[in-house]
């Protein structure tokens, strides 16, 4: 992690777009490769992963058309199921405002929110969107254990 968090800062000071999309695109072989070693032992979760990798990116303005998605998707490990989870502006912001984190630029940012969400629906038709607005955490997490039993 150590060597991966002075290449990702090095990444970001160059300000260039399309390296920090190359650099986290690279990071996705790592991970792959991590969660081949892994799924011998246990399940594996991923907070991110490759369909993050492309809705950041190109909701952020890099040429996401760098990367040959069909050849990736066929030589890294692929999900069984991604989720996205929903939920409305006003929910948002009020779950952050309650936790405390800052919400000074939140309303700033809702068209770069929309774009992210629709590149990650654009990148896979398999993707699994669970409305959040009326759910605890708790729920919400029932709700995606349920969808992963019944499959």
Request: proline share 1%; charged share 30%.
């Amino acid at each position: 992690a150590g060597i991966f968090m002075e290449m990702k800062e090095t990444v970001h000071r160059i300000d260039n777009l399309d390296a920090r999309f190359l650099f986290f695109l690279s990071a996705n072989l790592h991970v792959s490769d991590m969660i081949r070693r892994l799924l011998g032992e246990s399940s594996v979760v991923c907070d991110r992963y490759l369909a993050s990798t492309f809705a950041y990116h190109k909701a952020f303005g890099a040429n996401t058309d760098l990367a040959n998605w069909q050849i990736l998707k066929q030589s890294l490990i692929q999900p069984d199921f991604t989720f996205i989870l929903e939920a409305d502006d006003q929910v948002l912001f009020e779950r952050l405002k309650k936790r405390g984190d800052s919400v000074e630029k939140f309303w700033d940012k809702v068209v770069m929110r929309q774009e992210i969400r629709k590149n990650y629906l654009d990148f896979s038709e398999n993707i699994i969107r669970i409305d959040t607005n009326k759910k605890t955490a708790n729920e919400v997490c029932d709700e995606m254990l349920q969808i992963i039993k019944n499959r």
